[in-house]
């Protein structure tokens, strides 16, 4: 299989791009330990002063992989999750990181891009969470960063609905810095990331320190994983990962609360 994950050192960046574009950047287990490995390397090595990630194909990522949620729901994922490394590292980042979003970005997708300083949509982009539609609960810090960026409606609108929300409307609401033609996406994006590089390093880690609160962060996505964890085992999870795989729409009205 060509390697799914690709990352590439020039001139202090390090592009990391998601590349599995038959199955829309799905993330596998090894595709999360791929990209932890890759900012945990950007954090660091001293060589590295900005990363940029980036993705192959029609869109940026579906999300994770939901043959490999269905798996872990019946009890037979992973011995280690490496989507948990991946966002501790993320959410401890030192390093300045640029996104290049094009299409759709599916659930950690766009959560992700919440720990990103830079994010340059193409036209054609929509950012999804669609958590609930999974009857899963959102992760990456996302359940607070998301409302204290948006708000608390838009962003009950963006996790409970799963509405997308189109480039100028990410614009406006402040989940990215600019939109750019498709065609222009990554060469903008490695203008960013290559002025990013050119700045005293030291003070940019510095602010990134100062702009973060990582502890809270990390005890965030620990509180989440936790709720995660159940949901992912619910009966009203697995409704809905046997509706994707058979290409259905998910039923939960049969399923009751709790
Ligand atoms: N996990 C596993 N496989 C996925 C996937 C995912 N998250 N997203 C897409 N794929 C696979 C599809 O099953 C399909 O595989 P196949 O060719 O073997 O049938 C292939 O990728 C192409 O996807 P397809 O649905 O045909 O593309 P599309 O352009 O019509 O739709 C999406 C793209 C992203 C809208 C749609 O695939 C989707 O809704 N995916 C699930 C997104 C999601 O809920 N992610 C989890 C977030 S927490």
Redesign the pocket.
Known sequence: MMQAIKAELLEGVLTVTMSRP???N??TNEMYGALADAVARANADDEIRALLFQADG??FT????????AAQSAGNGPQERHVERFLRELATATVPIVAAVQG?A????TTMLLHCDYVLLSEDAQL????V??A?VPEAASSLLLPLRIGHVRAFDMFALGDPVSADAAVAWGLANRKTSAAELRAEARKVAEKIAARPAGSLTAMKRLMRDAAQLVAQIDSERTVFADRLASAEAKEAFAA?AE?RKPDFTKLARQ
């Not at 999300?63 to 949620?69: A, K, R, S």
């Not at 599916?106 to 997708?109: A, Q, T």
């Not at 999804?128 to 958590?131: A, L, N, Y």
């Open positions: 038959d199955k829309k799905a993330l029609d869109m579906a999300g994770n992989d939901i043959g490999e949620f759709k599916v659930g950690v997708g999804i969470t669609p958590f539609n999974l899963l994707f290409k």
